[in-house]
């Protein structure tokens, strides 16, 4: 009688794992049919570029702060600390992110909204260790693939930083392009599984800072378990650490739901909130999916209604995430704007402060190190607090600018008052206007649903002279 239910049983999951699910929901969903306002989208992202080049650019090469660097990994939530955008960036689609343990389905995730099943460009799955790449799976007019070291040379796309990881990486880095609708819009990155027993000097290279550059740059994170991996280990909870001031983007999925009856699914789902609340300290959870991600039929006697509504859920976040790319863009240009703005005005504080306390007699090596060896002492992030509209939760780790002026000389730099020109402005002020105005007025066009374009000013100046308001009457 065992050996009856057993065979049953097994011609029973035989059927459900050769039957196909019905995709047409993805495509409702996502709106896939629907065609874009191309024109519109392409004129916010060239007066995107233009505020960019003309506005922040200027300070951040001025001020070098693309050699700024990264003290702390909650330093500047979302962003790498030092960090340039790019042109890449900017015109680069949504990218979403898939992380977690090894073979828990991120890969068949992937295959299932692209609807890669079975054919000859699907992502190999399986219940082993099978991804040991970062693959970026992105649009393009053909099927191929594109070598890492082809990614990071191609200043045109949005990869090229990923060269400072170095070629062992690189050579664990590939890229996917096929055409298709859903990638028109959005770019999936597929990670290496997390193997718990495994030392990350046994990759060959740095796959936390890795998985950082990618986690600065993710519109939206899917975090991926199933119901047999879900204890937490050293490597896992450095992932959680790292994702820190990202809980807005991360989605947690506990997939293969299907696989467990419907008290068993209960109390694993309690179980993955037990293991994760150490790591997430926030006051409102991320958003748990409990679904099967694949492309075959859920199995019989589960809550398949339940899973299809979580999957519809999923996917309506998505399209979330690609129906506001456009005001992301904008959005993390200001905030980066912000950031290079702050970064200048302590530059600047600190060229003045050593002015200031240079005499004739004074060993300027000396001088300096005193100031930055203790910049409290001498007020300098005080007095940018004092005197500019600077949040004091803005400002960055103490510690970087020792190492930034190690490499720097503070006789590099002038201060603000000497970065004007007739014609080209005050680089203070246009920073400061892109953040406090051009920049929202662009989001506020975007949103109403008018072209941005040249403001009547821009286009012919005004006439204006630029104000320094660093220099003294």
């Not at 609340?277 to 409990?290: H, K, Q």
């Not at 910049?375 to 780790?397: E, G, H, Q, R």
Request: hydrophobic content about 35%; overall charge neutral.
């Amino acid at each position: 009688m065992k050996q009856a239910y057993i065979s049953v049983k097994m011609c029973v999951l035989t059927y459900v794992t050769s039957v196909l699910r019905d995709r047409s929901h993805i495509d409702e969903t996502l709106r896939l049919a629907m065609e874009e306002k191309a024109g519109d989208y392409a004129a916010a992202l060239e007066r995107l570029r233009k505020i960019y080049h003309t506005s922040i650019k200027p300070m951040e090469q001025a001020y070098k702060y693309n050699e700024l660097r990264q003290h702390e990994i909650s330093a500047y939530p979302g962003r790498t600390l030092g960090d340039s955008a790019t042109d890449g960036e900017i015109t680069s689609k949504p990218m979403v992110l898939f992380l977690g343990p090894w073979s828990v389905g991120k890969s068949s995730m992937i295959n299932y909204l692209l609807g890669l099943h079975d054919s000859p460009y699907q992502l190999y799955t399986g219940a082993e260790p099978t991804t040991s790449e970062f693959t970026v799976i992105m649009h393009g007019e053909k099927i191929r693939s594109v070598e890492g070291i082809v990614m990071a040379a191609d200043s045109s796309r949005s990869f090229s930083p990923l060269e400072k990881f170095g070629q062992n990486f690189l050579e664990k880095l590939i890229g996917i392009e096929m055409p298709h609708k859903l990638l028109e819009r959005v770019t999936f990155v597929d990670t290496p599984g997390i193997i718990e027993n495994r030392k990350q000097q046994e990759r060959g290279y740095p796959f936390n800072d890795v998985c950082q550059w990618f986690i600065d740059r993710a519109d939206l994170i899917f975090v991926v378990f199933d119901p047999t991996k879900l204890d937490v280990g050293l490597e896992l909870e450095m992932l959680f650490r790292q994702l820190k001031g990202r809980e807005s983007q991360i989605r947690i999925i506990l997939n293969k739901a299907d696989n467990l009856a419907t008290q068993d699914l209960m109390r694993v789902y309690g179980a993955l909130f037990w293991s994760l609340a150490p790591l997430i300290n926030v006051t409102e959870p991320p958003r748990v999916y409990v679904s099967s991600f694949w492309p075959y039929e859920y199995a019989p006697d589960t809550s398949r209604e339940l899973f299809k509504r979580e999957e519809i859920s999923l996917l309506e976040d998505l399209n979330q995430v690609i129906e506001n790319r456009m005001e992301n863009k904008i959005a993390f240009i200001r905030q980066h704007g912000i950031r290079v703005r702050i970064h200048g005005l302590l530059v600047d504080r600190y060229v003045q402060t050593f002015k200031e306390k240079m005499s004739f007699f004074s060993d300027p090596e000396l001088v300096f190190q005193e100031i930055v060896d203790d910049p409290d002492k001498f007020y300098i992030f005080k007095s940018i607090l004092a005197k500019t509209n600077v949040s004091k939760f803005d400002l960055p780790n103490r510690d970087a600018y020792r190492d930034f002026f190690g490499i720097n000389p503070i006789t590099n730099f002038k201060p603000l008052s000497a970065q004007c020109s007739y014609i080209g402005g005050c680089l203070l002020d246009k920073i400061e206007k892109a953040i406090t105005t051009e920049l929202p007025a662009l989001l506020s066009s975007i949103n109403s649903g008018k072209q941005p374009g040249l403001s009547s000013c821009e286009a012919t100046g005004c006439g204006e002279k630029p104000k320094n308001r660093y220099r003294k009457n």
